[in-house]
C-alpha cells in the first residue's frame, strides 16, 4: 500500500470529497478507505477532489485514507474476456462469486483476466520485421469459435526486436519487444490496457453496405440495421425489450456480442449468468459464451459502476473490431444509465436542464454511439461495433430526453407498441413509429446475395400496411362495411401481414429466426395472394369469398409451418395461392346464375 494522497472530508452516497496532499488528475482512479473502494476523480477544485465511489461507501468515515493510482479508469484487454462477466469496471463477477461466494464485499479486487491461465501462442510475426500499430503478432486460439489476434498496440510502431516461440503464455508473459524510431523498447504482451473513455483509433470510417441480420423479420424486412450502426428501441414496461435484446444476443449475425445489463432487474441478469455457460449458438452448435461477453451493473449496484459500464462494454467491443471482427453491443437499457448520469449529476449540484439530466447528457449520448462503426482498423482489417440500446421510456412517453436525443445519434429506432404487447403481438415493434436510415444502402447487398425481390417487396409491403392504417381510422368512422372491397381486401391483406410476417414468436422452434431467404419468400407469398386477391375482384369476386380460402389460414400459419431448411414447402403454397384463388368465388357465382 502507498503513501496516501488525501483524506476525506465529505460523504455523500457515492459521491466523496478529500483533500489532497498530492497532485491529482481529473478521470483518475484512485483507492478510497482502508478497504481501498475503487472511485474516479470527476472534480477537482484546488487540493479537493471529487470522486465517484464505484462501490458501496456505507462503511467510510471522514479521515479515511486516499490512494492514487496514477491513470485514469481502464480496461484490460486481452484472451479470456469472451465467456466472461464483468461488473462496470471490470472486476471479473464469476471468478469473485467462485473466491468470494455470491454476496460480494467492498474493495474486492480480482484481475480482469485470469492470471494463471495458460494461452497457446502462436506467432506469425518474425523478429527484425518492421511493425506497426495494428500489426497482427500472432494468434491465440481463445476459444474454439474465434481466434484471437495479438495486435500490435495502438501508439506503437518500429522494429520487432524479438517474438516469443510457439508455446504456452499467462496474460502477464512478455511476448515480444518494439524497437521505436526513438527511445526505450516497448514490451507487447497477451494483454494490454486502454482508457474506457477514449475510443480506440482505426484507420477509416466506411460506408454501411452489408446488413446486420438479426434474424427478426419485422427488423430485418422493414427496419434494416447495418453492421456498424446503431440502433435505438425504445419501450414501455414490459414491451418486450428483454426477450429482443436476448434473441439478438442468440441469434444476430455478429462474431462476438458484448451485452451490457445495465440497471435493469438483478434476477434478469443473474438468470441470464447462469443459463450463458449451457446456451448454445443454434448456429453454430458451439456454447453461445464462446463469443459472449457480459456486463452487468443491475440496479441495486452502485450508480458510478453503471454509468461506466457503457464505455466498459464498448472498449471491449472495439477490441475485437480491431481484430477484424464484426461485434454487436446490446445495451439494456441506456435510459439507466442516463439516470445513473442525472443521480451523480444532482449529488454534484450541478444545474439541471431538461427533466433533472445534466445537460451534457446529449454529448454523452452523441460520444457513446459515436463509437458504432463500420471501419478499416489500423491494422489494415475491416471490423464493425454495431450498437443497440433499449430504452425504457418512463411512462412510455417518447418524447422524454433520452428518448430524443438517441433518436438525433441513431440511424434506426424499433419503436416497441405497448398496445401491441398487450395483445401479445410479439416482437412489438411498431410499423408506424419505427424507421431505418440505411435500408437504401442496403439493396444492392439483399439484391446480389439473396434476391432482387427483397427491395421492391418491402416497399409495397409497407405500402399496404400504411394504407391498412389510414383505412382502420376510416373504418371506425363509417364502418368497414360501406369501404370499397378493394380497400377491405387492403385490411385483410394487412392482417395477414401482421400475423403471417411481424409476429414472431421467440419461443417458436422453427421460427425464433427467420433466415434471409425465408423472409424474401414470405414476403412474396403474402404478396402473390394480395395481387391475385385484386385480379379476383377485377372479376367480380367478393372480398369475403377470397378471406375464406383455406389458403388464407396456411399462409398465416406457414412461418411455422415450414423451417429455414424448408423452404420448397413454401413454393408449394404459391401453388395452392394460384389454383384457390383462380376458382374464388366460382361456386358464389354459379349460385347467383342459378
Ligand atoms: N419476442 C417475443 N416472443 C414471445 N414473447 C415475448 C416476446 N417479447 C416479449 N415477450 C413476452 O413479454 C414479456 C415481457 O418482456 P420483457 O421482459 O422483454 O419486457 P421489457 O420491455 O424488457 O420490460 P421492462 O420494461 O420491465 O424491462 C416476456 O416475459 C414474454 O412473456
Ligand atoms: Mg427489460
Known amino acids: 500500500m502507498t503513501a496516501p494522497a488525501g483524506h476525506l472530508i465529505e460523504i455523500s452516497g457515492a459521491l466523496v470529497r478529500a483533500r489532497c496532499t498530492a497532485p491529482v488528475g481529473l478521470n483518475e482512479v484512485v483507492y478510497v478507505g482502508d478497504d481501498r473502494l475503487v472511485g474516479e476523480v470527476i472534480a477537482l477544485e484546488g487540493d479537493v477532489a471529487t470522486m465517484q465511489v464505484y462501490e458501496e461507501t456505507a462503511g467510510l468515515s471522514p479521515g479515511a485514507p486516499v490512494e492514487l493510482s496514477g491513470g485514469p479508469l481502464s480496461v484490460t484487454l486481452g484472451p479470456g474476456l469472451l465467456g466472461a462477466a464483468f461488473d462496470g469496471i471490470q472486476r471479473p463477477l464469476d471468478r469473485l462469486a467462485l473466491s468470494q461466494g455470491d454476496f460480494l464485499g467492498c474493495g474486492q479486487h480480482l484481475a480482469p483476466l485470469a492470471p494463471d491461465r495458460l494461452w497457446e501462442f502462436r506467432p506469425t510475426a518474425a523478429a527484425g520485421a518492421a ?28 522494429t520487432l526486436v524479438d517474438i516469443a516461440a510457439p508455446g504456452a503464455y499467462r496474460t502477464s508473459d512478455r511476448l515480444g519487444r518494439v524497437q521505436p524510431a526513438s527511445g526505450a523498447t516497448v514490451d507487447v504482451g497477451l494483454a ?52 429482443m435484446q436476448h434473441e439478438l444476443c442468440r441469434w444476430a449475425r455478429a ?78 437499457s441506456t435510459s439507466r444509465w442516463a439516470e445513473a448520469l442525472r443521480e451523480i449529476s444532482g449529488r454534484l449540484g450541478e444545474i439541471p436542464a431538461e427533466e433533472g439530466y445534466p445537460s451534457y447528457l446529449s454529448s454523452r449520448l452523441a460520444a457513446f454511439y459515436e463509437r458504432a462503426g463500420r471501419v478499416v482498423t489500423l491494422g489494415g482489417r475491416e471490423g464493425s461495433v454495431t450498437i443497440i440500446s433499449a430504452i ?39 410499423v408506424e413509429d419505427s424507421y431505418s436510415m440505411v435500408s437504401a444502402d442496403l439493396e444492392p447487398w439483399w439484391r446480389d446475395e439473396v434476391s432482387p425481390d427483397w427491395a421492391p417487396h418491402r416497399r409495397e409491403a409497407l405500402t399496404v400496411l400504411e394504407e391498412a392504417a389510414r383505412l382502420r381510422h376510416t373504418a371506425r368512422l363509417v364502418g368497414e362495411d360501406s369501404l370499397p372491397d378493394r380497400q377491405r381486401l387492403v385490411l385483410r391483406v394487412a392482417e395477414l401481414f401482421e400475423e403471417g410476417f411481424l409476429r414472431q414468436s421467440a419461443y417458436d422452434a422453427k421460427d425464433a429466426s427467420c433466415s434471409p431467404a425465408r423472409q424474401v419468400r414470405l414476403l412474396s407469398l403474402l404478396l402473390d395472394f394480395y395481387h391475385r386477391g385484386l385480379d379476383a375482384l377485377g372479376r367480380s369476386v367478393p372480398v369475403r369469398a377470397l378471406t375464406a380460402l383455406p389458403v388464407v389460414a396456411a399462409l398465416a400459419r406457414a412461418k411455422s409451418t415450414f423451417g429455414d431448411d424448408e423452404i420448397a414447402g413454401l413454393d408449394r403454397l404459391a401453388i395452392q395461392i394460384a389454383d384457390q384463388c383462380a376458382s374464388a368465388g366460382k361456386a358464389e357465382m354459379v349460385e347467383a346464375v342459378s
Open 131 to 158: 511493425v506497426h500499430a495494428g500489426d497482427e503478432l500472432g494468434v491465440v486460439r481463445e476459444t474454439d469459435s474465434l481466434d484471437h489476434r495479438i495486435l500490435v498496440p495502438p501508439g506503437i510502431a518500429g
Open 192 to 243: 494490454q490496457r486502454w482508457r474506457v473513455r477514449v475510443p480506440r483509433p482505426f484507420r477509416q470510417r466506411l460506408h454501411a453496405t452489408t446488413p446486420l441480420l438479426t434474424g427478426q423479420r419485422v427488423l430485418d424486412t422493414f427496419f434494416p440495421l447495418s453492421c456498424g450502426s446503431a440502433a435505438g428501441m425504445p419501450g414501455g414496461f414490459g414491451t418486450g425489450k428483454t426477450v
Open 255 to 332: 462474431d462476438v456480442i458484448v451485452f451490457v445489463g445495465c440497471g435493469e432487474r438483478g434476477n434478469e441478469l443473474t438468470e441470464m449468468l447462469w443459463k450463458l455457460p449451457d446456451l448454445v449458438d443454434p448456429r453454430s452448435g458451439r456454447p453461445l459464451a464462446e463469443r459472449t461477453i457480459l456486463v452487468a451493473n443491475t440496479s441495486n449496484m452502485p450508480v458510478p459502476a453503471r454509468e461506466a459500464s457503457i464505455y466498459t462494454g464498448v472498449t471491449m467491443a472495439e477490441y475485437y473490431r480491431d481484430m477484424g471482427y464484426h461485434v454487436l453491443l446490446l445495451a439494456d
Open 392 to 430: 425504457s421510456p418512463a411512462g412510455g412517453d417518447l418524447t422524454e430526453p433520452v428518448t430524443r436525443h438517441t433518436q438525433r445519434f441513431t440511424g434506426c429506432f424499433w419503436t416497441l407498441d405497448k398496445r401491441l404487447a398487450e395483445a401479445r403481438g410479439f416482437p412489438a415493434v411498431s
